[in-house]
Each structure stands twice: as C-alpha cells, then as structure tokens.
C-alpha cells in the first residue's frame, strides 16, 4: 500500500523559514517522483516544485523558484521542501504527491500538513 505522511507544517512569521518533510512507503521510492502541491482556501490545488528521484532532477513553479528547495534523500525515503523568505500568500494545506514523472499527475497523494504565514 502506498502511503506518503507530511509533516513539519505550522505557523512562522513572513520572511520567516519552515522545512516540509514527506515520508514515502509502498513503492519503490528510486524509481519515482515525489512532488509538492498546495491549495491555499478557495482556490485549486497546485503544484509547486518536484523531484525525479531516479536522477534526483528538480523542478519549480515560478512562484517558488529562488525561495523553495525540494531535496530527497533516498536512504529514509524522504523529500523535504525547504522553504525560505516566507510570503503571506504561501499559506496553504501544503500536499506531496507520488508520480510516475514530474509532470505533475500524481497516483497517490498525502493527508497534507497547514502552513500558516502571518505579517
């Protein structure tokens, strides 16, 4: 059963840090990608940034680029989101999601973790 658990979600300050982390089980975590999507209230969900685990290649929307790192460490199965310089409008239920590539269509999602950013 595939199953993927985000944590390290909160409430951090503008300009302020916080590092997502999703544990992945179920598959074989190599030979996939592992992607990061968010859905801030009333609006759709997103993605914002993957990586290809096979070749530990990356990917970002516009929106985080220069601000947000994905990273994987492949030993824990494991992909964190760095992310830095914090905006009010990066509050989301931040999501990852497994994929067969960083195209964004996942099979199999996470429960999601809150990021709350407050001026």
């Known amino acids: 059963e595939v199953q993927l658990v985000e944590s390290g979600g909160g409430l951090v300050q503008a300009g302020g840090s916080l590092r997502l982390s999703c544990a992945a089980s179920g598959f074989r975590f190599d030979d996939y990608s592992i992607a990061w999507f968010r859905q801030a209230p009333g609006k759709e969900r997103e993605g914002i940034s993957c990586?290809?685990?096979?070749?530990?290649?990356?990917d970002y929307r516009d929106s985080v680029k220069g601000r947000f790192t994905i990273s994987s460490d492949n030993d824990k199965n494991t992909v964190h989101l760095q992310m830095r310089s914090l905006k009010f409008e990066d509050t989301a239920v931040y999501y990852c999601?497994?994929?067969?590539?960083?195209?964004?269509?996942?099979?199999?999602w996470g429960q999601g973790t809150q990021v709350t950013v407050f001026s």
């Open positions: 990586i290809d685990n096979s070749d530990n290649t990356t």
């Open positions: 999601a497994a994929l067969l590539f960083c195209d964004y269509v996942p099979f199999s």
